[in-house]
Nanobody, 120 residues
Framework: QVQLVESGGGLVQPGGSLRLSCAAS????????MGWYRQAPGKERELVAS???????NYADSVKGRFTISRDNAKNTVYLQMITLKPEDTAVYYC??????????????WGQGTQVTVSS
């Protein structure tokens, strides 16, 4: 019913930048909150940033000032612009969307994850 396709991960040096994208498709009536989570080895998955349908964003303290979340509602896509990347940003990044389906059910859905590695 819902498909999330993530892209943009990769290997980057400390101080570098990456932009992640997550495109939603399927039998979607509406997309509500969209967000990015990450999970590093040995750690729990944590919220990195989220953005409401109205554009209100919030961020984890560790990424404030460095990451920017945005969305393009016409493309059903959420982005995460990451700058000044640090080794501690290394993780698998997962997109999450809260959607209302054409069936009127509201569900959360996860993307497949994209690896971000920050290393020299």
């Amino acid at each position: 019913q819902v498909q999330l396709v993530e892209s943009g991960g990769g290997l980057v040096q400390p101080g570098g930048s990456l932009r992640l994208s997550c495109a939603a498709s399927g039998s979607i009536l509406a997309i509500h909150t969209m967000g990015w989570y990450r999970q590093a080895p040995g750690k729990e998955r944590e919220l990195v940033a989220s953005i409401s349908s109205g554009g209100s964003a919030n961020y984890a303290d560790s990424v404030k000032g460095r990451f920017t979340i945005s969305r393009d509602n016409a493309k059903n896509t959420v982005y995460l612009q990451m700058i000044t990347l640090k080794p501690e940003d290394t993780a698998v990044y997962y997109c999450h969307t809260e959607v209302t389906l054409v069936s009127r059910a509201t569900v959360g859905h996860w993307g497949q994850g994209t690896q971000v590695t920050v290393s020299s």
